[in-house]
């Protein structure tokens, strides 16, 4: 389950040990009705001795310089981030540290908001922060919910499909966007969007979905010995060759790839042989390997693709510390979410 978040960046702090103090931003996806990524929602921990806990507002935004719209864009690709903000920051205003235009304030759970805590949000929202309200309960005035809120996050392991319903209609309306999380399951995802809700967080685009046993396509047991081929120290320059011509849309790609402005070619390339030694075997190596991997992914979340590529280069990272063949790690590491891929 762990495989849907993603700790995208880590720091020591200065004269302390890292194995004693370490911080860290986790990152969930938050997908839409169609399996692209909407946003993501930060997690920012630090290490105390295993234990991992929760930082406050003021204090991560300082860490990660994240006052600054460009560092809040190299953790989430330059899509919105949803940061959890307690109470405190609201009445003393530290959100205003974090960049109005690319946040959603988290906020909850299940708590009244009182007079003055509603206008600090209207507040900042006429600086262009955006509010999701996590699992409002039942006494929460719903009516002060809508002049802030712009999301609704409903928890789906700790409500019924009763509860769920009932917010649904108080609060579904524009512009608030209902979001249901903790969706672990493909049932839970076929469920929630039955029930309206448009965004989901969870584990289940990257969880396998059971199916009656079945070969898989020719065209992948064709791939899957080209990543075979691959891993042959020194390469079979005319085997590899051969399977991948065989395979006409990875030709395609990789050709496509080869003759793109980043590799600067004088002329076209239209073989694979002139390409294998046009870039050389490391790089023919990545590129086919990226190439095969999308087209595993078929139409699943990119998301998906994603992960599998960062499990690829933390495997590859660790390879050399191991002594261990940093290619075949960097295969293993992306081929780890190959079932979830494949169905």
């Known amino acids: 389950m762990a495989a849907a978040t993603q700790t995208i960046h880590s720091a020591a702090e200065p004269g302390i040990k890292s194995t004693q103090r370490l911080d860290s931003v986790v990152r969930k996806p938050i997908l839409d009705l169609r399996g692209r990524v909407h946003a993501y929602e930060l997690l920012f921990r630090r290490d105390l001795d295993g234990i991992a806990v929760e930082k406050n507002l003021l204090e991560t935004a300082a860490h990660f310089n994240l006052e600054k719209p460009s560092e809040l864009k190299k953790l989430t690709g330059k899509l919105t981030a949803f940061v959890r903000c307690p109470v405190e920051a609201l009445s003393e205003q530290l959100a205003q540290v974090l960049p109005a235009s690319l946040t959603v304030l988290e906020i909850g759970p299940c708590h009244e908001f009182s007079p003055e805590q509603a206008a600090i949000c209207l507040q900042l929202k006429s600086l262009g922060f955006r509010f999701a309200v996590n699992d409002p309960c039942a006494e929460s005035k719903h009516e002060t919910l809508a002049e802030f809120a712009d999301y609704i996050k409903v928890d ?5 499909a009763e509860m769920r319903l009932g917010l649904l209609k108080e609060l579904q309306h524009p512009p608030i966007t209902m979001l249901a999380n903790g969706v672990h399951t ?25 199916m009656r046993n079945r070969r898989p396509p020719v065209n992948q047991m064709l791939r899957l010995d080209i990543l075979k081929a691959l891993q042959q120290h020194p390469m079979n320059l005319p ?7 065989r395979d006409g849309p990875i030709t395609f790609q990789l050709l496509r790839l080869v003759n793109s402005p980043m590799w600067g070619m004088r002329q076209n390339v239209e073989s694979i042989e ?8 490391s790089a023919f190596r990545r590129i086919v390997t990226l190439a095969i991997a999308g087209e595993l992914n078929g139409d699943q979340p990119a998301e998906l693709l994603s992960l599998a590529i960062t499990r690829g280069h933390i495997c590859e990272a660790m390879a050399s510390k191991r002594g261990l063949d940093p290619f075949g790690q960097y295969l293993l590491g992306l081929l780890s979410l190959l079932p979830a891929m494949q169905g």
């Open 156 to 160: 789906f392991d700790k409500t019924t």
């Open 186 to 210: 493909h049932a839970d995802f076929e469920e929630a969007r039955r029930e309206g809700f448009l965004l989901f967080e969870g584990y289940y685009f990257c969880e396998p979905v059971a």
């Open 239 to 245: 085997k590899v060759s051969q399977l991948v011509k």
């Open 274 to 281: 002139v390409a294998l030694v046009a870039i050389g075997e």
